[in-house]
Structure formats: structure tokens, C-alpha cells
């Protein structure tokens, strides 16, 4: 029988970006907050501490920072002909646990979403006619512009300290920026990283082949900066053990590092931690969320009542809690009906290797952040001619080696022996001369009919409850895609002097043991009315008026960008039409 | 030098977390960042001495294969001596031994290689089963004598074989099994020392890694220089001593 | 007019505006004198009584029931609420005054100096009785303390005859005419309420101030709150009046943070203060001659250079991340070693304590990311504390007394058996 607390006026579920985004929001509007968090407490100097933080083994390889698979996993594959099996430990994508959430452990690369992004069917289908885009295909409109979202990106990357250089500043281009961005309001807080040499070379090579370089926008800062908050971040120092690291020097963007000092200030504030919500619950209308239920680290069940609930637990485990719950129609790719699950994307991430000679080239790639580089922009989106591509979509290509950690920094010319002397030397001979970036094509995924999240039949959390179940392939548009873009950056490498280039075009079937990002997307998407999806513009769900819902599950597809700048932008979007409109008069903000 | 445990910790500090009795029995943070005096969860550095794991045949096999799989030459020292069997041993009798974390309920079915992993057996037991079954097929194969006893040249023979398939291991995938050992050795080459292999930070020299060094402010505008810094680890500083 | 006669209404003014009201009041409390009461509510504020008299996070505001570590022993605060039974709400003005600026408590027992009276004794007798009225106004809250828990033979109370006898000049504060105002306000909240001296001046064996070393720094709980006079080395000669009443209203300044049991004060008493005062407070502190030499010289022989190669080694390795390779850090953020007035205390107490535990900076509301340096003790043993502690109190300048291994050993021993 569960415990019943004492009510709230919000209550949270995950403390991650968007969890403290939304609590330093409501509070500020004087409602009474807590917030569930199933992982531990983080913070700087007592978890990321400068003395041993820069330890490849026990993050990156046996994934410290990261969920315990055996807290909860996911189940996977790639058609509805298999059987899903569960993700018993982290390969494709890595999930977040604890205060911060991923926010602890991402690269900060920071970027916006182009403007044709938001109206992507219409756009596409008006520059190319419908039948461009294949019949499964199931992108559409988020039903919100750029323009709309512009002050809220702005308000994101201030509250960061985004390191970058304007490429479009109220219509005009600047020399040295990313020329095809959609207009901003004003510069980057503070100016852009620094660069190593193989970024540098990148950018040089991209400018003789006609491109227009720009450095990558990052949360990794250039210089210490104070945030509209009062908090204050320090300069970063190209350690090398960024993402899947904790920060030792305050020089990343997280929610420590920008609200939680602030957050944590406020009476009306409070955080549980390792605790984990099983579930949202609803009144009998069913139209009505009365608070949550959660489970305690002793194994107690404690209800816990509140006006307004924030669902901000990170895209797969937002669409779980909907399903378990009973919020909203599950998703059936056979019919097409229901909206919880839909459109479920992730990325389409190519590399190629480039090797070069020892003698001339030395990289240093360990001197590195999780957000350097040099990127171009001229084939993301729609930003170049599709008619005669043979495919949609695309991403940015940069040079965006992060680090040169040992363990993962063993790349190898083919036909080299995988042990012995000889793959001694290999490793001793190409070290330092090889560009390595995981992240050099980092290309959009579109929506599919028969890509999507549902709960699974057989296996079972902790608690009993069903996993979330990915049911995800390429399919031929992302993997034209991929092999284009990957061609293009070849050819980068080339120009840059390369001595031998390996392609490393995404290849499929859909691989769960192959990273590739974390940038899980849609299931509970945002659109124009509940017969398109789950959430209005607003993040407010259809079919529960008092319950928000957070994160990249709102994206109807993914871009060819990284997601948290549009995620937090969303968050702030959001937050602005609850203070503003919601909480005066509570109910549905659009009617459809 | 002195451990700090965490759990320690929080049982026996009594500020900055505080606990209501009536709210469920979890960290409640309110009022302010905490802190805990000397909160820290250090890695534990990994002393030499006796086997955590391995019996001494299953070590003297694993410091056989490690010694061919990076073999002693004027690059670095071998497996043996960089402490690749002492790393693996210390992993095996860890969390990771035991696939802590992972999750392992089942049922189990074996899957699309896109699935990845689902066999229940951790790598503690992998180990265990694999070491058997390699001595027994090389009494097999090379007239009575177990893995450790080879020459370099049967050693390599036999592992190439695990490699390809061509060497049967009983009830058991060989490849599998190599690819086991072989990413173990290669981790714990590659490693920081204080996990017991990359002695010396051996590895580290060899390919031009500095190591731990967090600030490289100084670095980052010196393209195309060789970074002259001391190579050191989390409790590797031969520099502090000089 | 008279010269003498000018002194004399410039100490009267002064008077006035030390005691913050009108000079002229009978001796009383009007209950329904807000003024009085929000007079008294502010002092209460600037002498910090809630850093004794409220256990954190009862809930209950003076209370008592807080355990304060002495030399000799621990003592418990007493409950200061106005019930009647257990706190003192039966008291008396006179009686209170007593306790406040005389250090005796009802039927004239003596108090311990733990209690500031030898610092409360400047009050003025309107003051004093201001901090009553507001005390009146408080909720009453019944908490039975059970005060007396010194061993033998501090339990003796009648053994603090003595001590008052050598050590205590009872007296409200006399403002010094050739001084200005403001540097009169500052010595008056200094020296009386706001008791600095209480954890910075040093102690003789008996507990009592040094005198001759006022403000120089004193060793308690763990930590050496260092030296806050003028001197240009250990004290605050580098820093300006802004500098100071920033670190007192928001626990930073472009320099330095404050941390362990200056957080504390910071959040219940000097960030609350008036800009005025605080500045009032700085004049006084910059003006202060004592122990002050003037100018920086080297303050202890040059160290071992084979230490400081170490301790330059350890520092580029474990330090220099944050606090840079120049020793100067970011402001607001890393305080900078380079020039620093804590790192070159002759008692390096404080910063053993940091490296070896950490330390998180206070937060307040215009400085709230309180940055928090990590703890080192894992991975330093001893002489390495003390090769890289000896480099940053010598390097970029700085001058001070090589710290040993046995020292980092002791301090390492005594924090161990602290749980903050």
C-alpha cells in the first residue's frame, strides 16, 4: 500500500536538463517543486573529482556514469518478424542516470535546428513534390517555426555559455560562422573553442574545396562566463575526457554547472534521489494526472500528489511511463492509429578513417573537448539540391575528433594483424597521424511506419514492469544517405593530405551493439492536433491537460544535428507557455 | 594515502543531507548543495600479490596468451610483464567478472548478431570454461601439452586457430572466447596502471600518450608539435620524484 | 570652540552613530517600538547569536541545544527563546545586559567565555537592550538545554572569577576622536558585536586573546581562520575596502572564497549586514596597525628547492587544471594561491584542511555557484602534501614557512576524527 505524502504544486520525474530547466522555471513562479530522480545525487567535487576523472576504463569502457542496464534496460529489433531481446549492456546509444542526467556526460555540442527542420513535409514536398519522399515515410511539420523558437534557443545557449561564431545575425551572414543557420538574435555568449591541428587542416581543406568552415557550437567553454543565473563556469582546458566523463573544472555545460547551485537555493525546491517513478497516475476521468507513484531505494511504494506533472525522463523512459500509465492510444504500425510510440527515430552517424604520414603529421588528439571541430553545413537538411540525390535529409561533416583516448584510439590501416607486434607497431605508427571522429557525419534519420516504441511481451524491469521495446532499421533513404556523405568527407581527408582513407559508411541492418550517439527521438511526438500526435506545440499532452512532456520525444523525426540545443530550447518554449498561459488558467493551451 | 568510501560516508556524516523523517527513505537534497567532508569513490589501485581469480594453471596460461598476444619486443615489454594477466585477473574477480549491472534476466535466446550479447554466462565463468577447454584441445592438438607448455610458435598456431574457428574448443565458441581475451588483454594493455597492466605506462610511451594530464591550455595552438609533457597516470608520477 | 570641545561632540556624535539610535533614550524597552526591535533584530544579526543558539536545521531559531567545541571541552548553548521555563523569558533587561556585557547569567552566575561578552562587554547599554526587545518578539520555544557539560575542572563555574579577574575589561566601547566615523562604526561592530577577534585572535593557554596579537589568526575546529589585519603578506594589505565588503556581503571576491566556518558566518551574519557597516568594518580593518609591518617582505627562509621541484611537479599535475599554472585561478571561481593572504598563514592549518578534505565555497544569493575544490588525501601521502602545500606558500612570490610531512601527518589525524 503505498505511502501518500503531502502534496505539491509540480512534481518532476528526472532531474536531467530538461528536469532542472523546468524546476528553476516553476519555481521562479512561485510553485512548490519536487523532483524524482532515479539515479544518485552528482556534483563536481565529490564524483568528478580532478584526481581521477581521466579514467578511460572505468567510464568509457565499463560505463560508469551511465544507467545500470540492471536498474532498467530496453528491448530491440529491427522488425516486427523478430523477437525482441533485451539490451543487456550499452552498445548503440548510451542512457543517462543521476541528478544532470546525460546533461553530466554529453560532448555539449550545441547546436540549432535549421528552419526548414520545423516545416520539413511541407517544404520538402513544395521544393521536390510529394513523391519524393518514400511511401513509408512518416516525417511532418512540428507545428512551431524557427522564428518561434528562436529567443528560447537563445535563452538555452546564455544559460550555457555556448562557445561559437555567429554565421547568421538577424538575416545577415557573417564571414566565419555557419552561413546556412537560421537567423539568431544575437552572438554566441562567448567566442569559439580553439582548435587542434587536424581540425584546423579540416577547415582549410573544406575552404579550398569551396565550402564555408565554422567551428562546432560548444558547451565546452572558451572562457570563464557568468549565466543570467549568476553561476559561473570556468575555461576549458582540452583534457581529452569529455563525453562520458564528468567535468572536473566547471568548464562544461550541465545542469550543475548552470542551475542547479541556484535550483537548489530555493525553499519551495526539492530533490529525491534513487527514486524511481513507475508510474503517472490519473483520476477516473483518465483525463487527469493526480501526481505519480514511485518506489524508494528500500523498495517502498510512495505516492506522491501534485497539480502538474513534468514527464522529463528521457525520450524512451517518457514513452514507457505514458504506455504503463495508460496516457493516450499505443502506437499500431499496422493500422497507423495511436500516437504513443510513433515516429521513433535515432541517427545516422558515418566516418571514414584518415591516415597519415607519421613523419609529417601529429595530431595530438588527445588535446581535445568533447564539442572541437570544424564542421560544414552545405549538405544537412535540405541545404543543397536533393532532386537528382537519390535520397532526403542529411547532416553536418566535421572534423570532430573529441579525444585520443588509448583504448578507444587503436584505428589500424586494413590487413593489419588484430595482436602481435605487428598490431604494436600499427598502433605505435598511427596514433598520433590518424583523424578519428566518430561524429564526422552526423546525418539526420527520418520517420518511419514500422520504426516505433511499444512495450514489450516478455521481458520485465526490476519492478515487473514491461521494457520499452525499440523496433528500429536503416532504410535506403539513410543509408543513400550516409554513403554520399561519407564520400563527401572522404574527400575532405583526401585534400587534407591523407595518405590512405578508410570509409566507415553507416551500414545496416540497424546494429544495437554499434554506437552511434545517444540521440534517441519521437514516441511521444509534438504536432497540430491529437489525430498527428502526442503533445501540442506547448509539450502539453492531448490527452492529459495537467501533464507535460519533456525531451526529444517530441521530435517528429531527427535532424542531422545534435539535439540538446532543441531540447532545451523546447524546455524553455515550454516553460514560457506554462508561467505565462497555463498556470493562470489552467487547462488545454490549444484547442484542436 | 587514504580511501574515502562513499556509503561510509553518508551513513556517518550528519550535515548537509538531511532527512525528513516522514518522506521515503532516499537522499532528500533541499536547501543548498550539499557536501560531504572528503566525498570522493577513488578507483581501488590494483597491488600485486596472489590471484584474486585465476587458479596458478589458469594464470600461467592467461600470462602465456597475453605474452603472445603483445609480445615482448623493442616497443614494449610483453603482456606478461606489462600485467595483462594481473589486470584481466583483478576485472574477473570484480563487478565486471560478474557482468554487475548488466542486465541478465531472461529468458535467454541467442539472437541476430544486431541484438548483441545474450549469453548468460559472465566472463568469470567464460574464463573458467574457455581456460579448460583451450588446455584440453591443445593436449589434442600438440601431443599431451597444455597451452602454457607450447613453444611461441605452437602458442601462435593455436590461438590463430581460435581466431579463425579452426581450433574447436568443447562446448564452448573459440572465436568468441578469443574475441574475450583479446579485448581484456588489449584494455588492460591500453589502460591506466593502476589496474594492474600497462606497467609503467608502457603503452602509453610507446604510442605517444601523455596520459593524465588535464590542461592543455598551453597545447592546444602548438600544431603539428610533440607534446613534451611527462607521461603519467591517476597514480603513476614518476615526474614528482625527479 | 575649543579643541576640547570639538572632541568632545565629535565622540558624542560618534556615540550616536555607533549606537545607531537616539543617544538621548531613557533605559527601557517600549515593546511597541518597532524601531527597537528592528534595531535589535539587525544586531542580534551582526553578533551572530544564531551561529550558537540555533541547532541547523531544527527549525526552532535560538533555541539552543547546539553543541560548541572548546579547547576544554564541548558546551551546550543555551535556549534564548522567551519561554519562561526553559529559555529566558523570565529575565529581566538588567539581567540580560548582565549576561551580554558583563558575562553573568541569572543570580549572577558566571558564564564562559564561550559566550562573547569579553566582545559583547562594547554594546551599549541601548543596543544591549535592543537585542532583548527583539528576543521579547520571537516565538517562545520550550527546549530544555542542559548547558553544563565541561569536564572537571572547567565545571567549576567559580574558577571564571579568576579568569574575568585576568582577562576581562568589562566596558561599553569608547570611540577614539581622532578617528573617523566610519572607522568608529567599524571598531564598534569589530570589537564588540561582531566578536571577530573571537576566532581570529590567538589564544593563551588559558583561552583567553592575545591582545598583542590582535587579529592575527587563530587555530579552531579544524581550520586556522587566518590573520585579518593589514599586513600586507598574511593579512589584508592586497586587498581594497571593495574587496572586503564584497567577501563579507557575498563570501567572493576576484581573489578569494570563503569557506568552513566563514561560510557560516556569511550566511547568518555579514551577508546581511548593511553596505556600511561592512564598509565601516573594512576602514576599520585596513586602518589597523597592529601587527601590520608595511611592507611585503619574505616572511620565512627559502625552502628546500628539491621540495619545491616536487611540489611544482604535483602542482601542474593535481592543481593547475583549475587554479592554472600562474597560481591565479578564475575569479569567482578558483581562488588564486598567487598572493594569497590564507595560503601564507604561518599555521597552515587551512590549507592542509582543503587539500586534504576539500572544501566547497559559500553561496549566497548575488555569488550562488559555491565552486567546491575536490579532496586530494587519496592520492597525495604525506610528504607529497607537503612538497606541493610548500611550493604554492613559496611560489609567484608568496613567502612562508615550509609545511613538513609530520605536520600534513597530525592534520591528517585530527580531520580524520572530524565528521565536518
Redesign the interface.
Known amino acids: 500500500m503505498a505511502?501518500k505524502?503531502p502534496h505539491k504544486d509540480a512534481v518532476i520525474i528526472g532531474l536531467g536538463w530538461t528536469g532542472s530547466i523546468l524546476a528553476n522555471e516553476l519555481t521562479d513562479a512561485g510553485l512548490d517543486v519536487v523532483a524524482i530522480e532515479r539515479g544518485?545525487?552528482r556534483?563536481?567535487?565529490?564524483?568528478f573529482?580532478?584526481?581521477?576523472?581521466?579514467?578511460?576504463?572505468?567510464y568509457r569502457?565499463?560505463?560508469e556514469l551511465f544507467l545500470?542496464?540492471?536498474q532498467i534496460?530496453v528491448t530491440?529489433?529491427?522488425n516486427a518478424e523478430?523477437?525482441a531481446?533485451?539490451?543487456?549492456?550499452w552498445?548503440a546509444f548510451m542512457l543517462g542516470n543521476g541528478?544532470g542526467g546525460a546533461g553530466v556526460h554529453w560532448n555539449a555540442e550545441t547546436w540549432r535546428f535549421l528552419p526548414t527542420d520545423f516545416t520539413l513535409r511541407t517544404h520538402l514536398t513544395q521544393r521536390y513534390g510529394a513523391n519524393i519522399l518514400p511511401q513509408d515515410m512518416t516525417i511532418q511539420d512540428w507545428g512551431i517555426t524557427y522564428d518561434q523558437l528562436e529567443p528560447h534557443y537563445d535563452q538555452f545557449e546564455y544559460l550555457c555559455g555556448t562557445s561559437g561564431q555567429a554565421g547568421n545575425l538577424k538575416g545577415t551572414i557573417q564571414a566565419g560562422g555557419n552561413p546556412f543557420e537560421g537567423p539568431r538574435s544575437r552572438p554566441y555568449p562567448t567566442p569559439p573553442m580553439?582548435?587542434?591541428?587536424g581540425h584546423?587542416l579540416f577547415a582549410q581543406a573544406a575552404e579550398e574545396l569551396g565550402y564555408k568552415p565554422f567551428p562546432q557550437p560548444s558547451g565546452n567553454l572558451s572562457q570563464?562566463y557568468?549565466n543570467p543565473?549568476?553561476?559561473?563556469?570556468?575555461?576549458c582546458?582540452?583534457?581529452?575526457?569529455c563525453e562520458w566523463f564528468g567535468c572536473?573544472?566547471?568548464s562544461k555545460a550541465t545542469p550543475q554547472t548552470t542551475i542547479?547551485?541556484?535550483l537548489?537555493?530555493k525553499?519551495s525546491?526539492?530533490?529525491?534521489?534513487?527514486?524511481e517513478v513507475t508510474r503517472i497516475n490519473l483520476d477516473s476521468s483518465g483525463k487527469r494526472a493526480t501526481g505519480v507513484t514511485?518506489v524508494?531505494?528500500?523498495g517502498?511504494e510512495?505516492e506522491q500528489p501534485a497539480d502538474l506533472v513534468l514527464l522529463c525522463a528521457f525520450s524512451l523512459f517518457n514513452v514507457q511511463l505514458l504506455l504503463l500509465s495508460g496516457i493516450g492510444t499505443p502506437y499500431d504500425p499496422n493500422t497507423g492509429q495511436g500516437q504513443i510510440g510513433r515516429n521513433f527515430t535515432h541517427q545516422t552517424m558515418s566516418s571514414a578513417l584518415g591516415f597519415f604520414d607519421k613523419d609529417r603529421?601529429?595530431?595530438?588528439p588527445?588535446?581535445a573537448s568533447g564539442a572541437i571541430g570544424m564542421c560544414i553545413d552545405e549538405f544537412n537538411g535540405d541545404n543543397f539540391d536533393h532532386s537528382k540525390a537519390g535520397f532526403v535529409g542529411g547532416g553536418y561533416i566535421g572534423q570532430v575528433q573529441t579525444n585520443?583516448r588509448?583504448?578507444e584510439t587503436?584505428a589500424v590501416p586494413p590487413g593489419t594483424p588484430?595482436?602481435?607486434?605487428k598490431w604494436?607497431?600499427a598502433?605505435?605508427d598511427n596514433?598520433?597521424s590518424t583523424i578519428n571522429a566518430g561524429g564526422a557525419c552526423h546525418g539526420s534519420m527520418y520517420s518511419y511506419r514500422d520504426v516505433y516504441l511499444s512495450l514489450d511481451p516478455?521481458?520485465?524491469d526490476r519492478f515487473g514492469r514491461p521494457l520499452v521495446r525499440l523496433t528500429i532499421d536503416f532504410h535506403e533513404n539513410e543509408l543513400k544517405m550516409a554513403a554520399f556523405m561519407t564520400d563527401k568527407y572522404a574527400e575532405l581527408l583526401q585534400k587534407m593530405g591523407a595518405k590512405q582513407v578508410v570509409k566507415q559508411p553507416r551500414k545496416g541492418?540497424?546494429?544495437?551493439?554499434a554506437y552511434q550517439t545517444s540521440h534517441l527521438n519521437g514516441g511521444a511526438i509534438m504536432g497540430t492536433n491529437p489525430s498527428n500526435s502526442a503533445l501540442n506545440i506547448y509539450l502539453q499532452s492531448w490527452d492529459v491537460p495537467n501533464l507535460f512532456v519533456q525531451g526529444a520525444s517530441a521530435f517528429p523525426q531527427n535532424a542531422g544535428y545534435n539535439p540538446t540545443g532543441t531540447v532545451g530550447a523546447l524546455a524553455f518554449w515550454s516553460a514560457h507557455a506554462i508561467r505565462s498561459q497555463y498556470l493562470k488558467n489552467p487547462g488545454p493551451l490549444v484547442h484542436a | 594515502m587514504h580511501q574515502v568510501n562513499r556509503r561510509q560516508l553518508l551513513a556517518t556524516s550528519a550535515i548537509a543531507l538531511l532527512l525528513i523523517p516522514?518522506?521515503?527513505?532516499?537522499?532528500?537534497?533541499?536547501?543548498?548543495?550539499?557536501?560531504?567532508p572528503g566525498?570522493?569513490?577513488?578507483?581501488t589501485i590494483v597491488r600485486p600479490g596472489p590471484w584474486h581469480f585465476f587458479t596458478a594453471q589458469e594464470a600461467a596460461t592467461v600470462e602465456a596468451f597475453v605474452d603472445?598476444?603483445?609480445?615482448a619486443?623493442d616497443?614494449?615489454p610483453g603482456g606478461k610483464d606489462c600485467g595483462c594477466a594481473v589486470f584481466i585477473d583483478r576485472q574477473l574477480a570484480g563487478?565486471?567478472g560478474r557482468?554487475?549491472?548488466?542486465?541478465?534476466?531472461g529468458?535467454f535466446?541467442k539472437?541476430?548478431?544486431?541484438?548483441?550479447?545474450?549469453s548468460p554466462l559472465t566472463p568469470a565463468q567464460h574464463y573458467r570454461k574457455a581456460l579448460a577447454a583451450l588446455d584440453d584441445a591443445c593436449r589434442q592438438k600438440f601431443g599431451g601439452k597444455v597451452f602454457a607448455a607450447l613453444s611461441d610458435e605452437q602458442k601462435?598456431q593455436a590461438?590463430k586457430g581460435l581466431?579463425d574457428g579452426s581450433l574447436k574448443l568443447e562446448k564452448l565458441d573459440g572465436k568468441e572466447f578469443f574475441k574475450l581475451i583479446?579485448k581484456n588483454?588489449?584494455?588492460g594493455f591500453?589502460?591506466?596502471p593502476i589496474?594492474g597492466g600497462n606497467k609503467g605506462a608502457a603503452?602509453?610511451k610507446?604510442?605517444?600518450?601523455?596520459g593524465?594530464?588535464?590542461?592543455?591550455?598551453g597545447?592546444?595552438?602548438?600544431?603539428?608539435?610533440?607534446?613534451t609533457l611527462p607521461t603519467i597516470g591517476?597514480a603513476d608520477h614518476p615526474n614528482w620524484s625527479e | 570652540m575649543h579643541e576640547k570641545d570639538k572632541r568632545i561632540l565629535g565622540a558624542l556624535f560618534a556615540l550616536a552613530l555607533i549606537a545607531g539610535g537616539d543617544g538621548a533614550r531613557a533605559a527601557g524597552i517600549d515593546k511597541q517600538d518597532f524601531n527597537q526591535i528592528e534595531r535589535g533584530h539587525y544586531l542580534a544579526i551582526v553578533g551572530d547569536c544564531a551561529a550558537c543558539h540555533t541547532l541547523p536545521g531544527s527549525g526552532h531559531e535560538f533555541a539552543g541545544g547546539r553543541r560548541i567545541e572548546t579547547p576544554f571541552g564541548t558546551l551546550v548553548s543555551p535556549n534564548i527563546t522567551p519561554d519562561p521555563t526553559t529559555g529566558i523569558g523570565a529575565w529581566t533587561d538588567q539581567e540580560f545586559v548582565n549576561a551580554l556585557t558583563k558575562g553573568r547569567g541569572r543570580h549572577g552566575t558566571r558564564l564562559y567565555p564561550a559566550m562573547p561578552y569579553t566582545y559583547y562587554t562594547k554594546l551599549t547599554p541601548d543596543d544591549a537592550l535592543a537585542i532583548h526587545a527583539y528576543l521579547n518578539t520571537i516565538p517562545a520555544v520550550h527546549n530544555a538545554v542542559k548547558s553544563d557539560q565541561l569536564p572537571f575542572p572547567f565545571s567549576m563555574r567559580w574558577t571564571l572569577a579568576i579568569w574575568d579577574e585576568l582577562f576581562f575589561t568589562p566596558g561599553t566601547f569608547h570611540p577614539d576622536p581622532h578617528k573617523s566615523a566610519e572607522w568608529n562604526r567599524g571598531a564598534y561592530l569589530a570589537e564588540g558585536p561582531g566578536h571577530c577577534g573571537m576566532c581570529h585572535t590567538p589564544k593563551n593557554f588559558l583561552g583567553a586573546d592575545d591582545t598583542r596579537k590582535s587579529l592575527q589568526g587563530y587555530a579552531l575546529q579544524g581550520w586556522f581562520s587566518p590573520n585579518i589585519t593589514n599586513d600586507p603578506r598574511r593579512g589584508l594589505g592586497g586587498w581594497s575596502v571593495d574587496d572586503i565588503v564584497a567577501y563579507l556581503k557575498t563570501g567572493h571576491n576576484k581573489t578569494s572564497a570563503a569557506t568552513g566556518l566563514m561560510s557560516e558566518t556569511l550566511n547568518l551574519s555579514t551577508s546581511k549586514m548593511s553596505d556600511a557597516d561592512l564598509e565601516a568594518i573594512a576602514v576599520y580593518l585596513k586602518n589597523d596597525t597592529n601587527g601590520s609591518s608595511g611592507n611585503k617582505t619574505a616572511s620565512a627562509d627559502p625552502p628546500d628547492p628539491a621540495v619545491m621541484k616536487e611540489g611544482a611537479a604535483i602542482y601542474a599535475d593535481?592543481?593547475s587544471?583549475?587554479h592554472t599554472l600562474n597560481g591565479k585561478g578564475?575569479?569567482?571561481?578558483?581562488p588564486s594561491l598567487n598572493g594569497s593572504p590564507v595560503v601564507q598563514q604561518t599555521d597552515p592549518t587551512t590549507v592542509l584542511h582543503v587539500v586534504l578534505r576539500?572544501a566547497?565555497s559559500v553561496?549566497t544569493?548575488?555569488?550562488?555557484?559555491?565552486?567546491?575544490?575536490?579532496?586530494?588525501g587519496?592520492?597525495l601521502d604525506d610528504d607529497q602534501v607537503s612538497a606541493v602545500v610548500t611550493y604554492i606558500r613559496n611560489a609567484w612570490g608568496n613567502s612562508a614557512p615550509a609545511v613538513s610531512a609530520n605536520q600534513v601527518k597530525k592534520t591528517r589525524q585530527m580531520l580524520v576524527e572530524r565528521s565536518d
Not at chain 1, 556534483?43 to 564524483?47: H, S
Not at chain 1, 531481446?85 to 549492456?89: A, G, I, M
Not at chain 1, 541492418?509 to 551493439?513: E, F, H, K, S
Not at chain 2, 610507446?206 to 601523455?210: L, W, Y
Request: aromatic share 14%; net charge positive.
Open positions: 505511502r505524502l544518485p545525487w556534483d563536481t567535487a565529490t564524483d573529482l580532478m584526481s581521477y576523472a581521466q579514467d578511460e576504463l572505468r569502457i565499463r560505463h545500470r542496464p540492471s534496460s530491440f529489433r529491427n523478430q523477437m531481446l533485451p539490451v543487456r549492456t552498445g541528478a580553439k582548435q587542434g591541428y584546423t570563464s557568468t543565473l549568476g553561476v559561473t563556469l570556468g575555461q582546458t582540452y583534457c581529452g575526457f572536473a573544472n566547471y542547479l547551485p541556484v537548489l537555493r525553499s525546491f526539492e530533490a529525491r534521489t534513487e527514486c514511485y524508494d531505494s528500500s517502498s510512495v603529421y601529429n595530431f595530438n588527445f588535446v585520443g588509448p583504448i587503436t588484430a595482436w602481435g607486434s604494436k607497431q598502433l605505435r596514433y598520433l516478455t521481458y520485465k541492418p540497424y546494429d544495437v551493439t | 516522514q518522506a521515503a527513505r532516499a537522499a532528500l537534497i533541499k536547501g543548498g548543495l550539499p557536501w560531504k566525498a570522493a569513490d577513488p578507483p603472445r598476444l603483445i609480445p619486443d616497443l614494449s563487478p565486471y557482468f554487475d549491472g548488466y542486465y541478465m534476466s529468458p535466446h539472437g541476430t548478431k544486431q541484438q548483441g550479447p545474450q601462435d590461438i581466431e583479446l588483454t588489449q584494455n591500453l589502460a591506466d589496474y603503452s602509453w610507446m604510442i605517444g600518450f601523455p593524465t594530464h588535464y590542461d592543455y591550455r597545447w592546444i595552438d602548438r600544431h603539428n608539435q610533440r607534446v591517476i | 593535481e592543481c587544471g583549475c578564475a575569479p569567482g571561481l578558483f576539500g566547497r553561496g544569493a548575488p555569488q550562488p555557484t559555491a565552486p567546491a575544490m575536490p579532496q586530494f587519496w592520492i
